[in-house]
């Protein structure tokens, strides 16, 4: 039997999807879900996705590492931001880190309620994803954490890249218009994904704050195949 | 000055959008709006637009014509449904008709609480449309109806097509990543749209109701430039 593909373009459309027997990969690539994969890469242990600055600073209280981000910077008295490059260190080796950003971790409290499983997916991770995902014999639903419940081009792009892998493994299909039109989005986009994003909105965000390196970085495609999934609450290392 | 376009992709978004200086265009391709400027072209006198079957009843009971689709079929006991070829009918000439159906009507119905003016969109006025809004000196945004809630294809299709034709007047602008992404699909698309959308989800409900007649008609360009306004909660003609 065949499985479905489906795709969420908004934190806000999530309730429209059935969840309850489907892995939910939550994907924000500017920048959380980019950073989180990045520091599991690292040697982080866990992170814990919170909705709210000031849950993450209770955490932080009693003696977790802190990442935070608000609007593209760095939350005041944190630790970290939402920069992949930060995580590249080995600060970060063994810990338990509790995060909170403005879309991501937001989506991943939202699909944690009904959803079977929920993982974590990035550009980075994008063929580890795939090749998992297409022995699980399970639907899958691809959560873009959108700006601010809109739809964003980076998250749907990766959407688009992640449909047709699962697509040409002759193990899934769609009659999701979304997943079809990311699809398409993507074919188009994909030789050169850094200048067809030149326009949008959340890339113009992050050059006003100067953080195009991260836009580089975050757009590279399959250097890890760490897949972090979220259990009991904690995202950890899969497998 | 530049004006704004913008592209809502689901009724369940559009509390996102700022539109109470904007016009907001509503599309239900298939087929409320297709529909209701068939109707305009074949002499209607007004549209009431109402989100349940109770009220339109209500409205039949005062002797209006009643319209009402449910799941793309004809309300039992109502003289219309979705279809635009009940439409071209002598019998609706300056008539008001009230109208309820899956998504459009409820869409203008959300639309009307906040926005300056609510136009009516298809593929059978774009040309039409894009002229007006064109020397207005108003932001648009573009509001698809979708399928109860999601994103649909033919919907955003419509929004790229006019976005398209409002960003080459060279009035307009645009930084959302919606209209960006739709203007794409759409230019992949227009050379065939009826093939393009093979695949989509409303086509394929609508084809198991045989109403395939009714999808290549909707997807027809520029056949008219009747455009429909509400005014004071009724659907009239521009001008």
């Known amino acids: 039997m065949m499985n479905k593909v489906e795709v969420c373009f908004s934190p806000q459309l999530f309730d429209l999807f059935d969840t309850e027997n489907s892995i939910v990969v939550v994907v924000d690539i500017f920048r959380a879900t980019s950073a989180m994969v990045t520091a599991f890469q690292h040697g982080a242990k866990s992170f814990i996705p ?3 600055i000031k849950e993450a600073k209770e955490w932080k209280e009693k003696g977790f590492l802190a990442a935070g981000e608000r609007n593209g910077e760095v939350v005041k008295g944190f630790e970290f931001g939402n920069s ?24 991943i409290n939202i699909a944690k309620k009904n959803a079977d499983t929920v993982l974590i997916g990035a550009f980075l991770n994008l063929q580890a994803l795939a090749n998992h995902l297409k022995n699980q014999g399970k ?19 990766f959407a688009g890249a992640l ?6 493994s002759g193990k899934f299909e769609s009659s999701c218009d979304s997943a079809n039109a990311s699809s398409l989005v993507y074919r188009t986009a994909r030789k050169d994904l850094l200048r ?22 975050c757009l590279q495609t399959d250097t890890t195949d760490v897949i972090p999934v979220l259990r009991n609450d904690k995202l950890v290392l899969l497998g």
């Not at 639907?139 to 792009?157: Q, T, Y």
């Not at 449909?163 to 040409?168: A, I, K, R, S, V």
């Open 163 to 168: 449909t047709m892998l699962l697509l040409t």
């Open 196 to 217: 067809f994003l030149a326009n949008c909105s959340h890339r113009k965000r992050l050059a006003h704050l100067n953080l195009e390196k991260d836009v580089e970085y």
């Open 50 to 52: 919170v909705s709210t």
């Open 84 to 107: 992949p490059f930060s995580y590249q260190s080995d600060a970060i080796n063994g810990r338990e880190i509790v995060l909170t950003t403005t879309n991501g971790t937001r989506a």
């Open 139 to 157: 639907d899958v639903v691809i959560f873009c954490a959108g700006w601010k419940d809109r739809f964003n081009m980076e998250d749907s792009l």
